[in-house]
DNA sequence: GGCTTTGTTGATTATTTTGGTCAACAAAGT
DNA sequence: ACTTTGTTGACCAAAATAATCAACAAAGCC
């Protein structure tokens, strides 16, 4: 039940876009040094995005990739079922139609549940949200080192 | 985000055991057959769950395994940790300690809401609950059935 | 006590998936 | 023309997965 490292890198990469949201084109190779992604697997990652049209990108000098919607219209489920395909954690709840087992065994309801707890969480999430996780999460971070600076220099 | 098979063979496994509780011992052949579980795949699937206590075995002829508590105390929760390991979608929402992501990151904290989403399922799942469900399920199937060679009949 | 049946364990294998690279190409500036 | 950037497809190595084989251990049966 783990993701790969598409779903990983692509929803930081999203999510370091989306705080340059509103700042014209970021190059990938931005994005790759700042997120720690080796660029040509960065490259086949954003591909499923920019055909979906969560990304758009220019080519040539000064180009670079932005995300093409407002981050408060770019939902996680959406994000991952473009990366990782369906958070089903098996096929036949995908297409029930396919799979006999869908009407005989009861294991099938409770993936189904599974998926749909997942869901609830990534469809109740947007891209704005995690900007401003992030935000925050990085205040409360400096917050603690200028504590630390503090103390130190009071015992010096 | 998919369950491997062993995730798969294991409940759908146990999931039989549950169905023959109070029946005495099961030879895991019978189970393997019954289920089409390769059995010396499903020989090693259950050395986990042997573990743990949840199944108890008897070798030798008239052997075989079945549950060793009631299949209302048995969580999937339980049996999908001993069979896969942790669900988190991440390994850092496991132990953040290790992880220094997990101060920084605002896609750590979505992981850890998915990973709670998942639980909350899986906790409130026993055995018996699938034993139940099982059944419903084949009652239904088989009256579809009927129905259907009840209209065979009649157009014949 | 020997034999058969069943479970236990460990090593080994084939296949698939994953994560990543390389190289050729296409478009957009300068 | 040339450089910079993104796009595409082929390719590769390593790891995980699914499964098998073989040796062994215990429990019952004759």
Redesign the pocket.
């Known amino acids: 039940m783990?993701l790969?490292?598409?779903?990983?890198?692509g929803t930081r990469a999203l999510l370091d876009l989306a705080l340059h949201w509103g700042e014209g084109?970021?190059?990938?190779?931005d994005?790759a040094r700042r997120q720690e992604?080796?660029?040509?697997?960065l490259?086949?990652l954003?591909?499923p995005l920019?055909?979906a049209g969560i990304?758009k990108?220019?080519?040539?000098?000064?180009?670079?990739?932005s995300l093409f919607k407002h981050p408060e219209e770019i939902k996680l489920s959406e994000v991952i079922q473009l990366l990782e395909g369906s958070i089903a954690p098996v096929e036949c709840v995908d297409n029930p139609k396919s799979y006999p087992c869908s009407n005989l065994c009861a294991p099938h309801d409770i993936w189904g549940e599974v998926k749909k707890a997942i869901d609830g969480v990534l469809e109740s999430t947007t891209l704005q949200d995690l900007v401003e996780r992030q935000t925050r999460k990085e205040a409360t971070a400096r917050c603690k080192v200028r504590e630390v600076v503090y103390r130190l220099r009071l015992t010096k």
């Open positions: 783990k790969s490292a598409k779903g990983r890198y084109l970021v190059p990938l190779k994005v992604i080796p660029l040509p697997y490259e086949h954003i591909a920019i055909a990304i990108s220019t080519r040539g000098p000064r180009g670079g990739v």
